[in-house]
C-alpha cells in the first residue's frame, strides 16, 4: 500500500496540533471551571431536544476526520493552508472561551452499554464548558469543506449524511447548546474564508481610493446598526449575521478589492464567502430586481450577437437563451456552463488591464454564438466592458461613439466621466500594442 506523499509532514502537523488541542482546551475548561458564576444561553424550546445515546459515535468520528485529513493532503500549499485552517479554529474558539465563558446546563441522564463507555471516556477530559461557538461545527464544517473536494458520487452522499449526523450530534448527546451551533459556523467560516485551500487568500491593502474608503464607512454603520438591533432581545439575535456579512463588506471596500469575496472565474463563489456574505447578497439581489422592475433585461448592442443586461437568475429566461456569459459583478454569484466571470467592486472603478481582459473575453465568446454582458443591473460595469470592446474589436472608433451606442440600446447606462476615463486609457493601450 503507497502512502501518501506528504504523510510526513502532514504528522508533524498532527503531533503540534494534537496537543496544542488538548492543552489549550482543558485549560479553557479549567479557567470556566473556577470561575464563581458562568452563565448558560439556553432557549425554551430545548428541553424538547432528546438525548440520543447512540449519536456519541458519530460525535466521537469527528476525531479520525481530523486526524487522517492531514496526512493525505496532495500539495504543500493544501497542507499548509488545511493546518492553519485548524490551527486558527483551536485560536479562535478558545479565545472566545476565556473571553465569553458559557456552561452547558441540562443535566445528562447515566447512560449504559458501549454508548455509556464512549460517554465515560469523553467526560474524562471534558468539562461543561467551552460552548460558544462550538469547535466541534467549526471543525465540522472546516473538515467537510476538505473532505468533499475529494470524494464523488454515493462516498460524497455518504460524507453529507455522516457530516449532518455529527452535527446533530452535539445537541442530542447533551454537549451543546443551540446557540453554538450558529456561532460555531460563523466561526468556521470565517477560517475557511482565510485561509482557502487553492488560489489566493485576502491581502490586505488599504485603498487610497476616497470613493471605496467612502462606502466602506457606510457598510461599516449599517454593520453597527445590524449590531444595535440585535442587542434588543434574543429575537434580534440573527442580525448578528448581517453585522459580520456587512463588516466583512466594508474590509472589501476598505481594503481586501474583489478578491475578498473569492469568486471563481467560473463564477461561483467559494463556500465560505457563500456563508459569510449571504445576507449581503440577498440584499444585492433584490437591489438589483428593484432598479430594474419593467425594464427590459436586455439589449442587444451593435451589429454582432452581444447583449448587455442584468445579471440573470437560473429562472430568467437570458439564463438559457444565452451560451455564454461575460459576468462582471463581484458579490453576486452566478452558475452558468458558459460563465466567465471578471468581477470588479460595485460603484468603483476597474483598472484598464481588468476592462481589456473582460472585453478579450466578451470577443472570444461572441466568435463562438450569443454572448451577455452582465452586471448587478446592466447599466454601468457591464456598460463599461462592452464600451471597451466595441472600441478594440467593434467598429466604433471613438469611446463617445460606443458610449452612443450603448444608450441607444439601453437607455439606462450610467458611465460616469471618471469610468469613462478608465476606458479611454485602456483603449488607447490597446490600440498602442501591436
Not at 496532495?74 to 483551536?90: F, I, K, N, P, V
Not at 447548546?177 to 487553492?198: E, Q
Request: glycine share 8%; hydrophobic share 50%; proline share 6%.
Amino acid at each position: 500500500m503507497k502512502l501518501p506523499p506528504l504523510w510526513k509532514p502532514g504528522l508533524v502537523w498532527l503531533l503540534v496540533l494534537g496537543p496544542l488541542f488538548f492543552l489549550s482546551y482543558g485549560f479553557a475548561n479549567h479557567h470556566a471551571a473556577s470561575a464563581a458564576v458562568v452563565p448558560s444561553i439556553v432557549f425554551d424550546w430545548e428541553r424538547h431536544i432528546p438525548l440520543w445515546p447512540w449519536t456519541i459515535l458519530p460525535y466521537w468520528s469527528i476525531d479520525i476526520f481530523y486526524g487522517l485529513s492531514l496526512l493525505i493532503c496532495t500539495t504543500r500549499l493544501e497542507l499548509r493552508r488545511h493546518g492553519l485552517r485548524l490551527l486558527t479554529a483551536q485560536l479562535l474558539c478558545v479565545a472566545c472561551f476565556l473571553l465569553f465563558p458559557l456552561k452547558f446546563s441540562t443535566p445528562r441522564p447515566h447512560v449504559d452499554g458501549w454508548a455509556g463507555q464512549l460517554f465515560d471516556a469523553l467526560a474524562g477530559f471534558d468539562l461543561p464548558y467551552n460552548q460558544a461557538p462550538s469547535l466541534h461545527i467549526v471543525l465540522l464544517l472546516i473538515l467537510w469543506d476538505f473532505y468533499r473536494q475529494r470524494l464523488h458520487g454515493a462516498w460524497k452522499g455518504v460524507l453529507h449524511v455522516w457530516s449532518a449526523l455529527i452535527g446533530v450530534s452535539v445537541l442530542t448527546t447533551f454537549q451543546h447548546h443551540f446557540i453554538d451551533i450558529p456561532t460555531g459556523l460563523l466561526a468556521g467560516s470565517l477560517c475557511l474564508w482565510l485561509w482557502p485551500l487553492d488560489g489566493e487568500r485576502p491581502v490586505w491593502e488599504w485603498s487610497v481610493s476616497a470613493q471605496r474608503r467612502r462606502i466602506a464607512l457606510y457598510y461599516a454603520v449599517g454593520a453597527f446598526a445590524c449590531v444595535l438591533v440585535a442587542g434588543l432581545g434574543r429575537a434580534w439575535w440573527w442580525f448578528y449575521w448581517p453585522a459580520a456579512s456587512l463588516t466583512l463588506v466594508a474590509l472589501c471596500y476598505a481594503a481586501l478589492g474583489e478578491q475578498g469575496f473569492q469568486k471563481r472565474v467560473n463564477g461561483h463563489h467559494s463556500i465560505a464567502a457563500r456563508l459569510l456574505f449571504w445576507p449581503y447578497r440577498v440584499g444585492a439581489w433584490l437591489n438589483a430586481r428593484a432598479w430594474t422592475l419593467g425594464l427590459p433585461r436586455s439589449a442587444k448592442v451593435g451589429d454582432r450577437d452581444v447583449w448587455l443586461g442584468r445579471l440573470p437568475l437560473p429562472w430568467d429566461g437570458d439564463h438559457h437563451r444565452f451560451d455564454h456569459v461575460v459576468d462582471v459583478t463581484a458579490e453576486l454569484g452566478f452558475h452558468h456552463p458558459g460563465a466567465r466571470s471578471h468581477g470588479w467592486l460595485d460603484l468603483t472603478e476597474p483598472s484598464p488591464e481588468h476592462l481589456l481582459n473582460a472585453a478579450r473575453s466578451v470577443e472570444i465568446a461572441a466568435n463562438k454564438g450569443p454572448v451577455l454582458v452582465s452586471c448587478a443591473l446592466g447599466f454601468s460595469r457591464s456598460s463599461a466592458v462592452v464600451a471597451t470592446w466595441l472600441c478594440v474589436y467593434g467598429h466604433c472608433s471613438t469611446v463617445d461613439e460606443a458610449v452612443a451606442l450603448l444608450r441607444q440600446a439601453r437607455p439606462q447606462v450610467v458611465l460616469k466621466p471618471i469610468l469613462i476615463g478608465v476606458i479611454e486609457r485602456a483603449v488607447a493601450e490597446a490600440r498602442s500594442t501591436p
